[in-house]
């Protein structure tokens, strides 16, 4: 399932309310556009389009059926929003055999920011948003050994409906090279 065109958009929000509904999932509120510029304009960013339709249709956060949360916005952990997100392939900075203080600086300079955790799985494991950058709008796995997309590259639509139809057993790396 590749990242949806725009043009798309209107058909995939309209499956997801369809799915979630009969799954019988209770979503946040939805949010006006005034609430969504306004934590733009706060972030000094523009969510990607995407994102802003599923807050404006289908709501704002959600408990999710394996016991994970989806963050409200109000509440997703942001790593510095407006500063671009510098990473395009996946990074495992424990096999990077570069100095710590280097791999370090790297990971604040260009995995840190830029990107707003959705989900956060525990020990070490959250899936993030990328808000800015050339990969804008695509979901990654962060963990504690590295960060990379998702299988084939999912914005947050694709994502979240791969979840509705696999829940728990959904394979987000099956596809990842």
Not at 113 to 141: A, F, H, P
Request: glycine residues 6%; contains cysteine.
């Amino acid at each position: 399932m590749p990242v949806y065109e725009p043009k798309n958009y209107e058909e995939v929000i309209k499956r997801i309310q369809g799915k979630i509904s009969a799954l019988h999932i209770t979503m946040g509120p939805c949010l006006t556009e005034e609430k969504i510029v306004s934590f733009e304009e706060s972030h000094s960013i523009q969510l990607p389009q995407a994102y802003r339709m599923f807050l404006k249709r289908v709501g704002n956060g959600c408990n999710m059926m394996d016991d994970c949360q989806l963050n409200d916005l109000e509440s997703c952990p942001c790593q510095e929003l407006s500063k671009p997100f510098l990473l395009e392939k996946f990074w495992i900075w424990e096999d990077d055999e570069r100095n710590a203080d280097v791999i370090k600086a790297d990971m604040q300079n260009k995995v840190y920011r830029g990107n707003m955790e959705l989900i956060n799985l525990g020990c070490g494991i959250s899936y993030n948003l990328i808000i800015t950058g050339k990969c804008q709008g695509e979901v990654w796995n962060f963990t504690d050994i590295g960060v990379q997309p998702c299988c084939e590259r999912q914005d947050f639509l694709g994502w979240f409906e791969l979840w509705l139809d696999n829940q728990d057993e959904t394979d987000y790396f099956k596809d990842f090279v």
